[in-house]
């Protein structure tokens, strides 16, 4: 959806004119609305990150320009850049993440959703999300013939729970859990320098930004999970409700990271089609991956 140029000390964004199902960023207005947004929005957990937003102009030797001179042909969200060995997902991947780490990030987070206004959602409304998201990502994973099966295994069984009486999805709205936040909690948005900041925050739909908390940090545990530091998603998971004053449901937790791995597996095969470093092989290996975590959270729905 965006294009990122780096500088010595920046990153500019500048999103693509495309037009999907789920977001508009076909006209110039639109551009401009949704850099401000992105920048309004990162500013609650990165506001030393987020810098502006910026007009991307032509010159009249046709020459482009951030300086704030010639005709507006675009905008571009303006951002500290920040140093890649930093980011969460590296410092896993370098087996440098700590406990430590888990901690300060659950604090922040903590810290985070209690600042944000609750938000009223009606319990069915709440459960036809799932159910609607369940179904598209099966519909996409399965295009791709070697995963047709796998994915059809997972998908019965998370629309059991949906549509149970266990009422534990009905509760998470009713008892006033929702709000507005992230959106896009994974490791490689969290930078846990001497500074921390957690960016990149879903921007263009404030319907997918309002969720439970619970679903935001389910997702974060199952991509640590997926990069092999299951203990740092769990950890999180476990200060938070240590913090909120919660004893969360094991099963909740375990629908909410079997459909979020869903919803990564959709996203990976809309990758394919995109032009980019990666080949369609690495994003089925991807998809595959995010289907594998998809079944093993159903199977163990299923075992109560």
């Avoid at 693509?16 to 076909?26: N, R």
């Avoid at 850049?81 to 930093?86: E, G, I, K, N």
């Avoid at 994915?151 to 998470?172: K, S, W, Y």
Wanted: charged share 25%.
């Amino acid at each position: 959806m965006s294009w990122v140029f780096l500088t010595p000390r920046h990153a500019f964004k500048l999103k693509k004119p495309v037009h999907y199902p789920f977001l508009d960023f076909s006209t110039l207005q639109a551009r401009r609305f949704y850099c401000r947004e992105e920048v309004r929005l990162n500013r609650r957990l990165a506001p030393w990150v987020y810098l502006g937003v910026v007009a991307l102009t032509e010159l009249p030797d046709g020459d482009l320009s951030v300086a704030g001179r010639g005709r507006v042909v675009d905008w571009l969200v303006k951002m500290q850049r920040l140093q890649a060995s930093r980011m969460l997902d590296a410092a896993v991947a370098g087996r440098r993440a700590s406990r430590p780490d888990a901690i300060r990030l659950a604090e922040i987070l903590l810290a985070f959703y209690r600042r944000q206004p609750r938000v009223e959602l009606a319990a069915d409304r709440y459960r036809d999300r799932f159910r609607g998201e369940i179904l598209a990502s099966a519909e996409v994973i399965g295009g791709v013939p070697i995963l047709a099966a796998a994915v059809q295994h997972a998908v019965p069984i998370l629309l059991g729970f949906v549509d149970g009486a266990t009422g534990l999805l009905t509760a998470r709205a009713t008892e006033g859990r929702l709000c507005e936040g992230h959106g896009d909690l994974r490791p490689e948005h969290v930078y846990l320098a001497h500074r921390p900041a957690i960016i990149d925050c879903l921007e263009f739909d404030r319907r997918l930004r309002i969720l439970d908390p619970l679903d935001e940090l389910a997702y974060f545990a199952m991509e640590c999970e997926r990069l092999g530091a299951a203990w740092l998603g769990e950890a999180v998971l476990a200060r938070y409700q240590q913090g909120a004053g919660e004893r969360v449901h094991p099963q909740l937790v375990r629908f909410y990271k079997a459909y979020r791995a869903l919803l990564r597996g959709k996203l990976c095969v809309w990758h394919m089609a995109e032009p980019g470093a990666w080949t369609v092989e690495h994003w089925i290996g991807r998809t595959a991956a995010y289907v594998d975590l998809a079944g093993r959270y159903a199977d163990h729905l299923a075992d109560g």
